[in-house]
């Protein structure tokens, strides 16, 4: 089992930057494929980026690419995601979770655990 925990998120001025961090719990962080969901008020959830259990294969949202960029550190057990040149339109809380599927997923079910978000606030 696999507990994870975000942080880093918060207002920021569109055209700035965060990095959002995800903590994982368990020796068994390594075995999964991470990936990064948001969703807006009113909207439903959507995929953001993914990277496989080694780190060797990244997948991004067509919103965020060349934007975002994910990435993970195993003996830290910890997922980040860096976001630059953030829009208003990427104001939402922003998830982490561990996806059974070694290579990653864009889709949600795949994804066994959750954090419990944080969120991302872009003024214009």
């Known amino acids: 089992q696999v507990q994870l925990v975000e942080s880093g998120g918060g207002l920021v001025q569109a055209g700035g930057s965060l990095r959002l961090s995800c903590a994982g719990s368990g020796r068994s962080f390594s075995n999964y494929a991470m990936g990064w969901f948001r969703q807006a008020p009113g909207k439903e959830r959507e995929f953001v980026a993914t990277?496989?259990?080694?780190?060797?294969?990244?997948d991004y949202s067509d919103s965020v690419k060349g934007r975002f960029t994910i990435s993970r550190d195993n003996a830290k057990n910890t997922a980040y995601l860096q976001m630059n040149s953030l829009k208003p339109d990427d104001t939402a809380d922003y998830y982490c979770a561990a996806c059974r599927y070694g290579l990653g997923s864009k889709v949600g079910r795949d994804y066994n655990y959750w954090g419990q978000g944080t969120q991302v606030t872009v003024s214009s």
């Open positions: 990277i496989s259990y080694t780190g060797g294969s990244l």
